[in-house]
């Protein structure tokens, strides 16, 4: 079974996906249960699929046994199987705060596991084709997911992400068939080693399908200006969905994007063509200030969150253009890192949002009375955000400004740290009014069982809600500790993608 | 220098930390809240205090979680720089509890919990950064301090409160930014951070421009809670927090950790001897001769005490700055021997001008004539302590004074310096002394002018830029506060509890009531304090060496290597 273990974790959450529908005709809630022994399978073969990549190296598996690189090949190196496990236990945790929050329709489970499915299967890929296939069956199960809200909004929001994000799947497939056409191949060891040499790297071929699958991927991971779906999928979908897509959707799509620059074009393209990595490294810095800049401006929490997602991932594929070990372990450490924050943070607006009806910046005022646990560790991951020390969001800054020095690019370090305190913008009013401000939102008296929920206040909040939340906010500053355990799996790998 | 690994250093960082949510879960009981908080700070005097004789003899205390991450060592070390800072804010935090309790109570102030478990949590920063062993270590607790002492600059809750809170985010996130560029070029070109006496080898061969823009980064980033001009406008607005957090603020922990990190980049990150050799020693002490200056200039026209101090800080704080920019023996010493001595002198200050405002709720100096009467041993205290400011000797300003002066005059081109440090003293005295005059020797009905404060700029003639027709002239709004919003500098601290509290201060109808020079101002809460600061101003001032404070001074210049003491 070992050797299967690749294909077997993205099988799981399929085969899983497709029993909601079916026990729905037995339960109604049969949803949850069934996700989450999926889920707890999906987490321990990802750990040991992990382990195994740790121990032994870099594990392929051929999909059927057609042999590569004609059959498809999965590849699990020290970052994807990083990654995978994330994914899997990301997705448990957020289960966790669906059980009493989420949508508990089996449509909803379903679409869930599929979602799990994809992203899984955009991690262990090692075919650019293959890549395609699971980054549109992420972004369908993503739609929906988002669809599933009450409000007409909801339906408008799914809208938005399909078209725009269609257009970016279509983009990177565009890319593909260039890459095809100009090496014959889509594994994505092959490509590495035959685009040198069958189309050099400044040709017109390469140069356009490089910028159209970067393009594609880029709306995926929503940097400024493909941003433009991001702030009203994440504001209108349920809290659920918001906190798992902003955790993990655009996270491994920046994973895919590193794998492509690394495992696909190598370092070799980006020094061979500067522009193109400069370029990647503008529009990253663009991202950082262009996204602190919108957020501030917000009203809605929610949306100020999903600006503050343009701005982070900036952050990220700065890291990953620059492409030094120092910068791509920040960026590593930092997705991550993000991903755990961002979640948490979604998941507290939530939490906030059902206890006392408050969404926008001003109704957060004095709520630091009123949901005390919530809003520490909403303030909390703010800071962690900001990038204070010893939380995880400063460690990922830290190498990538180390990364950035050491190339001695002097004006994506300015950019880098002023960051920081565009970030402290958009976080520090809130926190301000969290403690530190009259209510602007008051409760009812005498709140009885009946009372009409018009506002929100009042919906029950599980247990498992909060401990999401007071857990995200724990590991923004636990994770620290972790680092250079996981900086020395990265060294494992990051010479063999670096140095090809 | 012998380094032993020991609990301690760790020990007196996380004793006030770990007292945070203690105190959290106190509210209710607000004398077992107030107890623990004077029992741990004693218990961190009591550690940082048994560590000052293994330090003076050459021992350095040691204790490192490892390396994190790469050039990521979180360690802490103990060494006669840090003993100093430590020694003095855990000193101070005993002495700041107790009048906080005075203050805090006096004026039935909300959010007492939140005070107190922030003033811990600030401490254990202040701590941490003195006893840190890098430049990455340093800049943690750095943050740490800026995220403890927010709330505490925030507390009123009013709209003055959050504006300055919001200013005073920027500023210190700003320096922060500034610290952390400067601490990864450091790191890229020595390949360490860590505190080394004489500097980092790497710095001294390393490429001349990137050296200067790392210590440029540093010092600014440091210089903005040094409150070096033009980064120090956050201080005076700061003002607007309970006084003994301004106490806090301008005498223990915030200001004195950029003073402290300046130190440590100029001593122990760059050296005296890199430090010659870049050329960046007399921008940083011509920067201090300005803020020094200037910022006495602009002290003599503050009407409200609090603000005064302020720019008084401003002031003396580049005192301590120009020492280190001189980087020779004497000036280091005085530059360094003026923490402490600053430390104890601005605290009797402003701990007096919040036992003013407690008692008479009296904040601006106009309405303060007579008010020796009123508060005897406050004023006494006061005028010991501006004496010092100014540097009248018996007090600890003239013994940081003295080498400070001695120092740069025996430089080539230090006759500048000196004369500025002079120029200031004379300044003191123009700002402090009519404040003492005024409270001994008049009285509310039958004070002088004070053509410095009352005056329009530009002399008595009103000068119109649009030569416009002549108005009432615009000292008329500096007193008026009825039926308009107070103006900022004359606000201490309308909390928002006190919004229908009539604010008019001064004395009341019928002149100040007589209180005797037996206590009977104002409670021993605020009165012990505010003598004990006194007395150890004194102390500092006429045994500097038994006082300790000295010792550990000249235990830092001596072990620097190329400096001659």
């Not at chain 1, 059959?71 to 990654?83: N, Q, R």
């Not at chain 1, 950035?404 to 958009?426: C, D, E, F, K």
């Not at chain 2, 401003?314 to 301590?320: A, D, H, K, T």
């Not at chain 2, 416009?468 to 308009?484: K, L, P, R, Y």
Request: glycine share 10%; proline share 4%.
């Amino acid at each position: 079974m070992i050797e299967h273990l690749p294909v077997l974790l993205v099988v799981l959450p399929i085969v899983g996906g497709s029993i909601p529908l079916v026990a729905s005709l037995v339960s109604e809630r049969a949803g949850w249960p069934v996700a989450t022994l999926t889920l707890i399978g999906q987490a321990s073969l990802a750990g040991l699929l992990a382990w195994t990549v740790s121990t032994s190296g870099t594990v392929s598996y051929a999909v059927g046994g057609f042999a590569a690189p004609y059959g498809i090949e999965l590849v699990v190196d020290g970052l994807s199987g990083a990654v995978a496990l994330f994914v899997a236990v990301v997705s448990l945790g957020v289960l966790a705060y669906a059980r009493q929050a989420g949508p508990h329709s089996s449509a909803f489970y379903g679409l869930y596991l599929l979602l799990v499915a994809g992203l899984t299967g955009m991690t262990v890929t090692g075919d650019v084709f293959n890549l395609y296939v699971f980054l549109e069956i992420t972004g369908l199960a993503a739609y929906g997911l988002v669809a599933s809200g009450r409000d007409a909004s909801a339906a408008v929001a799914a809208l938005k992400y399909l078209i725009i994000g269609t257009v970016g799947a279509s983009l990177y497939l565009l890319g593909v068939g260039y890459l095809l056409a100009a090496t014959g191949t889509l594994n994505m060891a092959d490509l590495a080693t035959k685009l040198g040499e069958m189309a050099a790297y400044d040709s017109t071929l390469v140069l356009t399908a490089f910028g159209l699958m970067v393009g594609g991927l880029t709306v995926k991971v929503a940097l400024f200006p493909l941003h433009t779906w991001q702030p009203d999928a994440y504001a209108n979908a349920p809290d659920t969905v918001s906190a798992f897509i902003s955790a993990l959707v655009s996270t491994v799509s920046a994973y895919a994007l590193a794998r492509l620059l690394f495992s696909v074009f190598t370092v070799e393209f980006l020094t061979a063509v500067p522009v193109a990595r400069w370029a990647l490294v503008g529009l990253a810095c663009v991202s950082i200030i262009a996204g602190s800049a919108l957020a501030v401006s917000q009203d809605s929490v929610q949306r100020m969150l999903a600006y503050s997602s343009v701005s982070q991932f900036g952050l990220v594929v700065a890291g990953f253009a620059i492409a030094t070990p120092l910068a791509v372990v920040g960026a590593t450490v930092h997705l991550l890192g993000h991903a755990v924050m961002k979640g948490g943070l979604f998941a507290a607006t939530g939490v906030i949002e059902r206890k006392t009806g408050a969404t926008t910046v001003n109704g957060y005022a004095g709520m630091g009375s009123r949901v005390p646990l919530s809003a520490f560790c909403f303030a909390v991951l703010s800071l962690a955000m900001v990038g204070v020390p010893p939380a995880v969001g400063f460690v990922g800054k830290w190498y990538i400004v180390l990364g950035a020095v050491s190339a001695g690019n002097w004006p994506v370090v300015a950019v880098l740290l002023a960051s920081t305190l565009l970030t402290l913008a958009y976080f520090a009013r809130l926190v301000e009014r969290l403690y530190f401000a009259e209510a602007t939102i008051h409760s009812e008296e005498g709140l009885s069982e009946e009372a009409p929920v018009t506002d929100g206040s009042g919906q029950a909040v599980s247990f498992g809600m909060i401990a999401v939340v007071v857990i995200a906010a724990a590991l923004a500053v636990a994770l620290t500790a972790a680092v250079p355990a996981f900086e020395q799996v990265l060294r494992e790998t990051l010479p063999q993608l670096l140095t090809q | 220098m012998t380094d032993i690994s020991s609990l301690r250093p760790l020990l007196a960082i996380l004793v006030s930390a770990v007292a945070i949510p203690v105190i959290l879960s106190l509210k209710r009981r607000p004398n077992v809240r107030e107890g623990v908080t004077i029992t741990v700070a004693v218990a961190k005097f009591a550690i940082v205090a048994s560590m000052v004789p293994g330090v003076l003899s050459g021992t350095r205390y040691v204790f490192s979680f490892g390396q994190l991450a790469t050039g990521i060592e979180l360690a802490f070390r103990v060494d006669p720089l840090g003993l100093l800072f430590g020694l003095l804010a855990s000193l101070l935090w005993i002495v700041t509890s107790f009048y906080s309790i005075g203050y805090m109570r006096g004026l039935d102030e909300h959010a007492q919990t939140r005070y107190f478990a922030s003033f811990a949590a600030s401490l254990a920063s202040a701590v941490g950064v003195a006893f840190a062993s890098n430049l990455l270590t340093l800049f943690v607790c750095y943050e740490l301090l800026t995220v403890s002492t927010y709330p505490l600059v925030t507390h009123d809750e009013t709209d003055e409160a959050r504006a300055a809170g919001r200013k005073y985010l920027a500023y210190t996130f700003g320096g922060g930014v500034a610290v952390l560029g400067g601490t990864v070029l450091v790191f890229v070109l020595a390949g360490t951070t860590a505190f080394t006496p004489g500097g980092l080898e790497g710095l001294a061969t390393a490429d001349p421009t990137l050296a200067r823009a790392a210590f440029a980064l540093l010092a600014a980033g440091f210089g903005v809670k040094a409150a070096l001009m033009p980064m120090h406008s956050w201080l005076p607005d700061a003002m607007v927090a309970p006084t003994p957090v301004s106490g806090l603020l301008h005498a223990v922990a915030v200001v004195k950790s950029g003073v402290f990190g300046i130190a440590r980049v100029v001593l122990d990150v760059y050296g005296t001897g890199t430090m010659e050799q870049l050329g960046v020693g007399l921008p940083l002490a011509a920067i201090a001769a300005f803020t020094l200056l200037t910022a006495s200039i602009i002290a003599l026209r503050q009407d409200n005490l609090k603000r005064r101090l302020a720019y008084s800080t401003i002031s003396q704080l580049s005192y301590i700055v120009l020492g280190l920019g001189l980087l020779h023996g004497q000036a280091l010493t005085g530059g360094l021997l003026h923490i402490p001595a600053h430390a104890f002198m601005k605290l009797t200050l402003f701990f007096c001008a919040g036992a003013i405002h407690v008692e008479t709720h009296t904040d601006d100096i106009s309405d303060m004539a007579g008010i020796g009467k009123r508060m005897p041993l406050t004023m006494a205290a006061f005028a010991v302590a501006a004496a010092g400011m100014a540097g009248i000797p018996l007090v600890a300003g003239f013994v940081s004074k003295w080498y400070l002066v001695i120092g740069a005059l025996s430089l080539d081109g230090g006759l500048v310096f000196a004369a500025a440090l002079l120029v200031s003293g004379v300044l003191n005295i123009a700002y402090f002394w009519p404040i003492v005059y005024q409270a001994y020797f008049e009285s509310p009905d039958g004070h002088d002018e004070k053509p410095l404060l009352e005056g329009p700029l530009g002399g008595r003639d009103e000068v119109r830029a649009d030569g416009g027709d002549g108005h009432e002239s615009d000292d008329a709004d500096d007193h008026s506060d009825e039926g308009g919003v107070p103006k900022p500098e004359h606000v201490d601290h309308l909390g928002k509890h006190h919004e229908n509290h009539e604010h008019h201060g001064g004395p009341p109808a019928g002149g100040w009531d007589d209180r005797g020079w037996r206590g009977g101002e104002s409670t021993w809460f605020m009165l012990g304090p505010i003598l004990t600061a006194a007395t150890l101003s004194l102390l500092l001032g006429t045994v500097p060496y038994t006082a300790v404070f000295l010792r550990i001074v000249d235990t830092i210049v001596s072990n620097l290597p190329g400096v001659m003491a």
